[in-house]
């Protein structure tokens, strides 16, 4: 299936033969779920290289965004005499826009493009072709758990950024700019709802962005033509396709949820 | 190999660990009323005829300074009185049991907090004690329930009505703004068109089957909810014995107020509503919607 490159030079066409692709390709993947279930070990270990190992990144840049979010507000709403709301708006925006979406695109380029460059390598250098040669699926062994290991790493990533942004914002809001810690904090709780902030905002919408990313770095290591230049290419395509592809369903999603 | 696949299970692991410790932060410390680790504190109870929007975790303050904050909010069972707990520093444990405690609001949209005022006494509240003496929050609604509804939005209908009424000014009213009858939503606003001839706005309101008894001389008003709000249409049932009837006019309207006319009108009458408001709570949600 992935050997079958676009003869079509016409980029609909082309860009449409990627989406059917990919979307066959989930399906793939998703039937080789109960026999990848054997290979559990092989998840766990996804997990630890796409999900602790981005720890640092996700937790210094939730940090920053709570910071400059914090700062950006609170001038603004001095305007108004609302800077006591600043808490609030920070958590409502981190939790239903900015923690999803800057913790998927920082996913797609952390973890999504070493996916990528992993099983491109492994095509390039006739691994994939020597595990089906061993009758060990490489669908089941290389591809799904990747695929779930971004599927669970990407709402706990996410569940760090927004509370580092908290933590940010509290630093510069409470500590810096002088706003009253229980006026930061009791605004917040009064106005963020369990239900369509953390569920629908930060849960559900991350669930979907760790999909995505993970599907189409899986997919464009499996379709990376077996030269370096293809992995080099392949990377590349996943970072651009990942962001806009995060962007696109963070909109529809967030038409559907509110 | 075994020794190497257990470190990756242990660290990932603990990177669950910690991405559910973050999900329970965010769900416990951001959402839900959560007590903020503080210094010794004691506890005094105050009654209120209204809190307003006065808040868990709002600060107390005594002369514009930071005491402590309002630890939980209750309705006293079986009276229509709000049963507030406020966590005051250790430190400052001589307030005189006759001091007052008033709900002020920090500037004209900010947060409301506590003030307490001393008193002469010479006896000192008590952990556990009670401020008897208070003051309700000045509800800014309440003041200028004249002019505006309360807020709210129109729930999803089932079947519907619609009538129409004319506005010489709709202000900012939108389609599928709420329309409300004694402050509860039952319609919606179906569309606003210019009259090319009459030269004025015509307003058709599609309102729930269920509310088939208005009057048909009844009034449709253009009210704003709250200051800053969104604009509904509000509508004061008259007298008549019969009923509005789909397609029917509403003859009497009161268009959009603006603001200037608003706050010009708040600053004659103000003064009366302001006493009465302060004196009980109760008072002025009797008071006839009349301008």
Redesign the interface.
Known sequence: MNQRMPQDNNVVIQSLTQIGNCGLFLLTLLAAIPRSLRYI?ET??Q??FV??MS?TIIMVCGLFVGMVLMLQLYHVLSI???T?ASGMVV?LSV?RELGPVVTALLFAGRAGTSITAEIGLMRATDQIDAMELMAVDPIAYVATPRFLAGL??M???T??F??MA?LGGHLVGVTWLGI????F??????E???HT??VNG??FKSLAFGAVVSLIAVFQGFATPPTSEGVARATTRTVVASSIAILALDFVLTAFLM | MSQQ?SS??V??G???V???A??A???T??????N?HQGASYTVEAHFANIGQL?????VKIAGV?VG?VQSITLEPGREVADVKLSIDKAYDKIPLDSVATIYT??????QYIGIQYGNSKKTVADGGTLVLTKPAQQLEEMLGKFFGAGGVADNLGGTYTVWARFTNVGSLSVGAPVKMAGVAIGSVQSIQADPVKLDAKVTLAIDKRYNQIPDDSSAAVFTSGLIGTQFVAIQPGGSPDALKNGDEMILTQSAMQLEDLIGKFLVNGSSSDSKAAGNGKSSDTTPGKH
């Open positions: 070990r766990i270990r997990l630890w999900g602790a720890l108004f005499g609302g006591s958590a939790y669970i790493a709402p706990l990533l569940c760090v927004c509370a908290i009253d810690n229980g006026t904090w009791s605004n917040m709780t009064a963020v709802d369990l902030d953390i930060v849960l | 696949r990756y299970a660290g990932t603990l990177f669950i910690f991405g559910f973050a999900l932060y965010l769900a410390q951001t959402t839900s009323i959560a903020v808040k868990d975790r709002a600060p930071r904050q920090s500037g004209l949209l900010g947060d």
